[in-house]
T-cell receptor, first 113, second 114 residues
Framework: GENVEQHPSTLSVQEGDSAVIKCTYSDSASNYFPWYKQELGKGPQLIIDIRSNVGEKKDQRIAVTLNKTAKHFSLHITETQPEDSAVYFCAASRMDSSYKLIFGSGTRLLVRP | NAGVTQTPKFRVLKTGQSMTLLCAQDMNHEYMYWYRQDPGMGLRLIHYSVGEGTTAKGEVPDGYNVSRLKKQNFLLGLESAAPSQTSVYFC?????????????FGPGTRLTVL
């Protein structure tokens, strides 16, 4: 079945440094790739997404890249701040089963002040 | 506008007991979902609904039942709880089921089965 692998499981960076989280998906028909941020005690919240017809998307300090050939996509956070500390989940989905988001296992990001 | 709310926030059950988790959304969303979140496994889809009166199975439906009698509510039932159902349960909703539609999540219910 469909599978999304996410690495690393934990990531610790110094405030101001960049953080990169990587995901690999197995279903070549996947065409939508959202990233969710989950703060302690809360539900996940969408922070950025990318569609398969786009290679890169940026929103202020957050960017996502997609390599369809390699079936990889990554989240890049620049100039990290303590409030970026959270668990980040990648997910993949395809139009013909659009209800189904397949989530990665999550990355716990800690930004040290 | 409260978004997606879940009741209760915490619950402890004994093996074999039953309970119902309630999810409510006030955004007039058509689609609603129940996920469970376990350490190191991300979120897995239990059941979902594409509209009032409809439900369907997700990735891990065994041991759970759902009902969507009203558009704004989606209930998740455990008829005979097992320790393997100890988890954090999240409800989500989206306006349409299209792959590009954002899912909005509730705050979660932490369930422990002893």
């Amino acid at each position: 079945g469909e599978n999304v692998e996410q690495h690393p499981s934990t990531l610790s960076v110094q405030e101001g440094d960049s953080a990169v989280i990587k995901c690999t998906y197995s279903d070549s028909a996947s065409n939508y790739f959202p990233w969710y941020k989950q703060e302690l005690g809360k539900g996940p919240q969408l922070i950025i997404d990318i569609r398969s017809n786009v290679g890169e998307k940026k929103d202020q300090r957050i960017a996502v890249t997609l390599n369809k050939t390699a079936k990889h996509f990554s989240l890049h956070i620049t100039e990290t701040q303590p409030e970026d500390s959270a668990v980040y989940f990648c997910a993949a989905s395809r139009m013909d089963s659009s209800y189904k988001l397949i989530f990665g296992s999550g990355t716990r990001l800690l930004v040290r002040p | 506008n409260a978004g997606v709310t879940q009741t209760p926030k915490f619950r402890v059950l004994k093996t074999g007991q039953s309970m119902t988790l309630l999810c409510a959304q006030d955004m007039n969303h058509e689609y609603m979902y129940w996920y469970r979140q376990d350490p190191g496994m991300g979120l897995r889809l239990i059941h979902y609904s594409v509209g009032e009166g409809t439900t369907a199975k997700g990735e891990v439906p065994d041991g759970y039942n759902v009902s969507r009698l009203k558009k704004q509510n989606f209930l998740l039932g455990l008829e005979s709880a097992a320790p393997s159902q100890t988890s954090v349960y999240f409800c989500a909703s989206s306006l349409l089921a299209g792959a590009y539609n954002e899912q909005f999540f509730g705050p979660g219910t932490r369930l422990t089965v002893l």
